[in-house]
């Protein structure tokens, strides 16, 4: 891992997701790169063993490569769906809402992604000890 994601990582450490993509934000401000750049440090941390990925209070089945492409399909791919949500995004007044909002709202808005329903995972934290720190 970069010695940037490192840095990222251990101001994130046992955070959820929300804070994983803040710190990721914070460093990359567009937000393809940033998406590209958070999937990358999830699918470091799950080799390394670092994290598990979980849902409503279990842990996600399948291979990391399963896991990570069920979180890829899911997250975002532009700001706007991010930031109102996918069911907004298709209503008319979409952009027109969009625009409306600050910047420092549309940050606070992004982070809440990780905790609607759209999210398909929420980060577990694996201790030095083995121990699990749910987010």
């Keep these: 891992m970069e010695k940037r994601w490192q840095e990222i990582v251990e101001l994130s ?9 803040a710190f990721v934000r914070d460093e990359y401000k567009n937000f393809g790169e940033a998406r590209d750049v958070f999937l990358g440090i999830v699918e470091a941390l799950l080799d390394q063993k670092k994290i598990k990925l979980s849902k409503r209070g279990s842990l996600l089945k399948g291979s990391i490569a399963e896991q ?68």
């Design 68 to 135: 990570l492409s069920l979180l890829e399909r899911s997250l975002p791919k532009d700001r706007r769906t991010m930031v109102l949500g996918i069911e907004a995004t298709h209503s008319c007044s979409a952009q027109t809402d969009f625009d409306e909002l600050t910047e420092s709202a549309k940050m606070d808005e992004e982070s809440l992604w990780f905790f609607r329903d759209e999210c398909p995972a929420a980060i577990v934290w694996i201790r030095d000890d083995g121990s699990e720190e749910w987010t």
């Design 13 to 21: 450490e046992l955070w959820a997701f929300n804070g994983l993509w």
